[in-house]
């Protein structure tokens, strides 16, 4: 949490990415999951925090809007990774449990942020904006 109260979703986002670097590597080490798999886990999963710190400079909220929805889809993607993971498996649902309870609390803030940007953006035109 920032000093304000609110989440910092940059922040959570990046120590979401290290954590999943770190189960990449370990699913590595012990060649537990193919290659193609830990791929797409590492690149979802990181991909989220990076779109988000986008969002942060977006040149216009369109920009923000986008790049904090495609993180959106990232988290979502990242989510079925992990949970793949479990079904087959390959790792105890125990020791996912914790990431995608991050994940999928990330990807309800996200979802938040899309909408009411979305949602400020509608209700602040007037019918000479369009």
């Known amino acids: 949490m920032t000093h304000s109260g609110r989440s910092d979703i940059p922040e959570r986002t990046f120590r979401f990415a290290v954590r999943i670097l770190r189960l990449c590597r370990y699913l590595e080490k012990r060649s537990i999951a193919s290659d193609r798999l830990v791929s797409q ?3 979802s999963g990181t991909s989220i925090g990076a779109n988000v710190e986008e969002a942060q400079v977006g040149q216009s909220r369109k920009d923000f809007c986008s790049k904090n929805a ?3 889809k ?3 993607e990242t989510i079925y990774w992990l949970w793949l993971l479990v079904a087959s498996h390959l790792v105890p649902e ?3 449990t914790g990431l995608v309870t991050e994940a999928r609390e990330i990807a309800a803030i996200l979802g938040k942020v899309v909408i009411s940007t979305r949602a400020n953006d509608a209700g602040g035109r007037s019918s000479s904006d369009e």
């Open 41 to 43: 886990l590492l690149a």
């Open 74 to 76: 990232e988290a979502r």
């Open 70 to 72: 495609i993180a959106l």
């Open 94 to 96: 125990h020791l996912m």
